[in-house]
């Protein structure tokens, strides 16, 4: 009955580390994009009032996706093997729908300069994805 006792308390204490962990990469992140937002597209308070939750979400949005597929939030590998062509063409359809649902949210918020720039920022975003997505190993 102790040994059972102290397998669980020891699992319980590795998955709620392991979820600490996970929720502080993502405040990190989210953190760092709304920086990122609030100094390329020069937001007001009210717009980054109005712009954080819908980055939040996108952000939750994709890296749920990326995880879907084996791959963690720096884009390695989780299960150490490659995505095959077909997988990777889904996550691909997947990420580009949630872009687009985002863009479309952003979209009410921005002006059409900090819209256009919000593109480009979007594109890097997606650039940097893809290429920590073929770089792993």
Request: hydrophobic letters at 40%; glycine letters at 6%; a positive charge.
């Amino acid at each position: 009955m102790n040994r059972i006792l102290m397998i669980t308390t020891a699992v319980c204490f590795a998955l709620s580390s392991a979820l600490c962990l996970a929720n502080d990469t993502r405040a990190a992140k989210l953190e760092q994009y709304v920086v990122d937002a609030k100094a390329r597209l020069q937001l007001t308070d009210e717009q980054i009032e109005r712009i954080s939750p819908v980055l939040g979400e996108s952000l939750d949005r994709q890296l749920g996706i990326l995880q879907r597929y084996g791959i963690d939030a720096d884009g390695a590998s989780q299960n150490g093997r490659q995505l095959g062509l077909r997988e990777a063409r889904a996550m691909k359809k997947e990420l580009d729908q949630a872009r687009s649902a985002t863009l479309a949210s952003v979209g009410k918020i921005l002006t059409k300069p900090q819209l256009d720039e919000f593109i480009r920022m979007q594109e890097e975003r997606k650039d940097a994805v893809r290429s920590r997505v073929r770089s792993r190993n």
